[in-house]
């Protein structure tokens, strides 16, 4: 029994902000950015930001991407019995994210949960609901990566503002005979723990309490990145008995140009499969790699029967690697 992908879907707020329109917002706060710094270190030329006043919110991206995957399958909410959503910008506590997308779908009846793994999220669902897939519990899940992280942004930070956007995709997942998820791993260093990457705001008593902002040594997660991104995308290739350079389609988590093409050259897979939407949607946390796997699904850059590799890496730190044919 397999996990089988059998539709994608992706959804962006309405607002694409470039580069150049970025540094000049940040600059009437005398904060001091370019395009130059920020294509060259990272590949982001522009991101699409959420705008509460036009309704755009995680739930509504993630209901959006998700319609659009069901509708890629040719399936019904009725048909789904499990929803999994990734997201660590939920538009509120509780319920969850995936509870409200239910009930927006009108899918009620089955089961519905988050899972938090910050930008190793999707993979962290992916690799649930390939477990609850297989069991034969479930029979159709839809598996959700949504995320407004612009809500928790310091723009006066320009060592973080300039690198994350807003958007949802979202995967629908058949228990099937046919292959489909082929190796799915996951891993976490709790050691690597907030000082690395954390968000330490939470509600105390009425009141927030802590720093609600997004903090990051980036050079430390840049390495840990390309370490955790290569080992794992090793591991799920090497479970399955196939080289990296066999995939056809490669999906990491679209961060940073350098480091996805820095864990590219260590697998030895060609730069030409690998998807590339860190340019234009910026890194999207949990949204990324379900984000970027539709956009290169619609583009045609993937066949029935070929090896996708899909891969996710964040705070935590946690990372993961998924392998299947497609
Ligand atoms: O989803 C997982 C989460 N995050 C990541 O994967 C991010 C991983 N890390 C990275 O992508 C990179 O480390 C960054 C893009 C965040 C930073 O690149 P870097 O090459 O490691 O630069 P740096 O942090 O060492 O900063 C270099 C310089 C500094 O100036 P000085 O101290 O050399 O004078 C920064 O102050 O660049 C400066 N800088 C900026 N300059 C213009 C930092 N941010 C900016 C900015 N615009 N936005």
Not at 71 to 97: N, R, V
Not at 162 to 173: E, P, R
């Given at each position: 029994?397999?996990?089988?992908?059998?539709?994608?879907?992706?959804?962006?707020?309405?607002?694409?902000?470039?580069?150049?329109?970025?540094?000049?917002?940040?600059?009437?706060?005398?904060?001091?950015?370019?395009?130059?710094?920020?294509?060259?270190?990272?590949?982001?030329?522009?991101?699409?930001?959420?705008?509460?006043?036009?309704?755009?919110?995680?739930?509504?991206?993630?209901?959006?991407?998700?319609?659009?995957?069901?509708?890629?399958?040719?399936?019904?909410?009725?048909?789904?019995?499990?929803?999994?959503?990734?997201?660590?910008?939920?538009?509120?506590?509780?319920?969850?994210?995936?509870?409200?997308?239910?009930?927006?779908?009108?899918?009620?009846?089955?089961?519905?949960?988050?899972?938090?793994?910050?930008?190793?999220?999707?993979?962290?669902?992916?690799?649930?609901?390939?477990?609850?897939?297989?069991?034969?519990?479930?029979?159709?899940?839809?598996?959700?990566?949504?995320?407004?992280?612009?809500?928790?942004?310091?723009?006066?930070?320009?060592?973080?503002?300039?690198?994350?956007?807003?958007?949802?995709?979202?995967?629908?997942?058949?228990?099937?005979?046919?292959?489909?998820?082929l190796a799915c791993k996951t891993y976490a260093d709790g050691?690597?723990?907030?000082?690395?990457?954390?968000?330490?705001?939470?509600?105390?008593?009425?009141?927030?309490?802590?720093?609600?902002?997004?903090?990051?040594?980036?050079?430390?997660?840049?390495?840990?990145?390309?370490?955790?991104?290569?080992?794992?995308?090793?591991?799920?290739?090497?479970?399955?008995?196939?080289?990296?350079?066999?995939?056809?389609?490669?999906?990491?988590?679209?961060?940073?140009?350098?480091?996805?093409?820095?864990?590219a050259k260590k697998l030895g897979i060609d730069m030409d499969?690998?998807?590339?939407?860190?340019?234009?949607?910026?890194?999207?946390?949990?949204a990324s790699v379900p984000l970027a796997l539709d956009v290169?699904?619609?583009?045609?850059?993937?066949?029935?029967?070929?090896?996708?590799?899909?891969?996710?890496?964040?705070?935590?730190?946690?990372?993961?690697?998924?392998?299947?044919?497609?």
């Amino acid at each position: 029994m397999y996990a089988r992908l059998i539709g994608t879907g992706s959804a962006l707020p309405q607002t694409e902000v470039t580069n150049d329109a970025l540094a000049q917002r940040l600059a009437q706060d005398g904060i001091e950015t370019n395009d130059e710094w920020i294509r060259t270190r990272t590949g982001i030329e522009a991101r699409f930001l959420a705008d509460a006043s036009l309704g755009e919110g995680t739930t509504q991206l993630a209901v959006l991407a998700a319609e659009r995957a069901l509708a890629a399958a040719e399936l019904t909410p009725a048909d789904i019995d499990l929803i999994i959503c990734a997201t660590t910008t939920p538009d509120q506590i509780f319920p969850s994210t995936a509870c409200q997308v239910q009930a927006k779908l009108g899918a009620a009846g089955g089961a519905a949960f988050d899972v938090q793994a910050v930008c190793a999220g999707f993979l962290y669902a992916l690799n649930v609901a390939d477990s609850m897939l297989t069991s034969g519990k479930f029979k159709r899940a839809l598996v959700i990566g949504a995320e407004t992280l612009s809500r928790v942004l310091d723009w006066k930070d320009r060592s973080t503002c300039v690198l994350f956007g807003d958007g949802a995709g979202a995967v629908v997942l058949e228990a099937s005979d046919d292959a489909g998820i082929l190796a799915c791993k996951t891993y976490a260093d709790g050691r690597l723990g907030t000082d690395v990457l954390g968000l330490t705001g939470h509600l105390d008593n009425g009141v927030l309490a802590g720093d609600p902002f997004i903090r990051m040594d980036g050079r430390q997660v840049f390495k840990c990145a390309v370490e955790g991104l290569s080992t794992s995308g090793k591991a799920v290739c090497d479970e399955v008995g196939v080289d990296p350079s066999d995939v056809a389609l490669f999906v990491p988590h679209q961060a940073n140009l350098r480091i996805m093409t820095m864990v590219a050259k260590k697998l030895g897979i060609d730069m030409d499969k690998m998807a590339k939407t860190v340019a234009c949607h910026g890194n999207t946390s949990a949204a990324s790699v379900p984000l970027a796997l539709d956009v290169a699904v619609r583009a045609g850059n993937v066949n029935k029967g070929e090896l996708i590799l899909l891969q996710g890496v964040g705070a935590g730190m946690a990372w993961g690697s998924c392998l299947l044919r497609y």
